[in-house]
């Protein structure tokens, strides 16, 4: 009668934690370490704090995640070879930080006029659950999104592409190429040093997604902002294999069925966190944001052209880049009309 009892008390706290959206794992509990590179207050780090409480949460306590910012584990370009060799059981990294490494994905970061983070962000991950790309074969893919798009900040105005020739503009990674396209004199340098460069006027602005107007407080300089939205960069959050495949199947399924809500619940955050900084930054310093016009926009994808020809020429013998382009068109109009 007692085990009798024990089965039933069992299956009803299971029927309980099904009903409320747990799914019930082992009574064991593993943990698992995830790596991330930039500062906890970012958005890769929050969202990786989400994700985290989500999966206690529908494991039942079961998964357990311990968390380790800013570089504490992994740096940024040692991320996924340290997640390969199991140094971190998950990593967050940035695909952008390694030039031709990931043909097929590097395409989103091209400078295709992306609207926001979260037609981005949909946009890689449906990129490669199509094409399933080699350079990620060794780990198991939990997430993907990007930052927000390009935009510019500076200490003048930039009304017209005129105004940007020989702007001495900070910009990072392809961002570089993509500004000496429009005439300006990219300088590139890390983020900590730009609140300097930006105060001795050694730059006149910088291109970046426009949250740093107020987490970095760059609007105390940039009294003006022009709207661009070129490129993005992208991210994905990675597991060891091995330790993917020592998970029980309904732990693996709490996981695989978290991966496209985190990556629309990333883009989400952080295009709410850039209007939450515009807006800010216009009450506090009274910011002025600038549209470019229909000319200089026509001109803009015009320049912008021959980096996607470039692209397609490259990674061409390897893959098939005019029909990976195409899709990226094809997802981000889909997604433009729903998160727009």
Not at 64 to 80: H, Q, V
Not at 88 to 116: K, Q, T
Not at 254 to 269: C, H, I
Not at 274 to 297: H, L, M, Q, R
Request: glycine share 8%.
């Amino acid at each position: 009668m007692v085990r009798v009892l024990k089965t039933m008390v069992v299956f009803v706290a299971a029927a309980v934690l099904c009903a409320a959206g747990v799914v019930p794992v082992s009574a064991e509990s593993t943990t698992l370490s995830y790596a991330n590179f930039p500062p906890a207050s970012t958005f890769p780090c929050v969202q990786m704090e989400r994700w985290k409480g989500e999966v206690e949460k529908r494991t039942g306590g079961a998964l357990k995640i311990n968390t380790f910012p800013g570089g504490t584990l992994l740096g940024a370009k040692d991320m996924l070879d340290g997640v390969v060799a199991g140094q971190a059981d998950i990593g967050c990294f940035a695909m952008s930080y390694h030039p031709g490494r990931f043909p097929v994905l590097e395409a989103i970061d091209l400078p295709l006029g992306w609207p926001n983070a979260t037609v981005a962000s949909m946009s890689l991950l449906d990129l490669h659950e199509k094409y399933q790309p080699e350079s990620l074969k060794k780990v198991k893919v939990l997430t993907m999104f990007t930052c927000p798009p390009t935009n510019i900040m500076s200490i003048r105005p930039v009304r017209t592409l005129g105004d940007l020739k020989g702007m001495q503009i900070r910009a990072a990674g392809t961002g570089v190429k993509v500004f000496e396209l429009l005439g300006a004199s990219p300088i590139g340098m890390p983020q900590s040093d730009v609140p300097d460069a930006l105060h001795k006027k050694v730059i006149q602005g910088m291109a970046s997604s426009l949250e740093v107007m107020k987490d970095f407080k760059y609007a105390e300089y940039c009294r003006y902002i022009t709207m661009t939205n070129i490129q993005v960069v992208t991210f994905a959050v990675v597991m060891n294999r091995d330790r993917w495949d020592s998970l029980p199947v309904d732990v693996q399924k709490v996981l695989s069925d978290l991966s496209r809500e985190q990556a629309e619940w990333t883009g989400r955050y952080v295009d709410d966190h850039v209007n939450e900084a515009v807006t800010w930054s216009k009450e506090t310093y009274n910011v002025e944001v600038i549209e470019f016009g229909p000319k200089d926009k026509a001109e803009i994808n015009k320049r912008m052209g021959p980096l996607v020809d470039e692209y397609v020429q490259r990674a061409g013998s390897k893959i098939p880049a005019g029909a990976i382009i195409e899709d990226i068109i094809a997802f981000k109009n889909t997604y433009t009309e729903k998160y727009r």
